[in-house]
Nanobody, 125 residues
Framework: QVQLVESGGELMQAGGSLTLSCAAS????????MGWFRQPQGKEREFVAT????????YYADSVKGRFTISRDNAKNTVSLQMNSLKPEDTAVYYC??????????????????WGQGTQVTVSS
């Protein structure tokens, strides 16, 4: 059974930094794209960041570019999201996602096949 488990979400002050982690089990994703999405309360899930299979290519939503960094450790089957200069508008449930079909960066939710349960990030002003 494939599982993605996120961790690291918490209540933060604006301007702070936080790292989210996602651990995959049940299969390896070392040849596949992975990503992060988020869903603010009452809104649609939105793309945040994605990384290709090797980790040498990443792509970000404009709203987080320059503040967030996605990385992966294929040996550990994990993907992380380093979030700096947090803003109240970053408040959301953050989801880790993995593809079983694609190797390159992916920005659409439909391109991912596995999802975590989410971790809450709340940024207070």
């Amino acid at each position: 059974q494939v599982q993605l488990v996120e961790s690291g979400g918490e209540l933060m002050q604006a301007g702070g930094s936080l790292t989210l982690s996602c651990a995959a089990s049940g299969r390896t994703f070392s040849s596949n794209a992975m990503g992060w999405f988020r869903q603010p309360q009452g809104k649609e899930r939105e793309f945040v960041a994605t990384i290709n299979w090797s980790g040498n290519t990443a792509y970000y939503a404009d709203s987080v570019k320059g503040r967030f960094t996605i990385s992966r450790d294929n040996a550990k089957n994990t993907v992380s999201l380093q979030m700096n200069s947090l803003k109240p508008e970053d408040t959301a449930v953050y989801y880790c996602a993995a593809s079983s079909r694609f190797t390159s960066v992916l920005t659409r939710a439909l391109q991912y096949d596995y999802w975590g349960q989410g971790t809450q990030v709340t940024v207070s002003s």
